[in-house]
């Protein structure tokens, strides 16, 4: 891009890096299917450490809803 190309996004405020202290996420999710039985949704953690056993979050595919038109 050069200077004299116009950025496309507007932004209220700068962005900044989160502050230490502020919350990050750090769940991820996921669509697992299977031909047996009805897909899921599992929730799980983004970054583990080797050897760490993690514990899934899973709903069946149909019970979930979209945000944006729930909303």
């Known amino acids: 891009m050069s200077t004299t190309d116009e950025d496309g996004f507007e932004f209220d405020q700068p962005l ?3 502050h230490a202290n502020q ?3 750090t769940l991820e999710h996921t669509r697992v ?3 047996d039985r009805p ?3 599992a929730v799980t953690p ?3 450490e080797s050897g760490v056993l993690t ?3 899973t709903i069946d595919a149909a019970d979930a809803c979209n945000l ?3 909303r």
Do not use: C, F, G
């Open 68 to 70: 944006e038109v729930w």
């Open 46 to 48: 983004i970054e583990t």
């Open 55 to 57: 514990t899934w979050i």
């Open 33 to 35: 299917t299977h031909d």
């Open 16 to 18: 900044n890096s989160p």
């Open 23 to 25: 919350r990050q996420d």
């Open 39 to 41: 897909d899921e949704l």
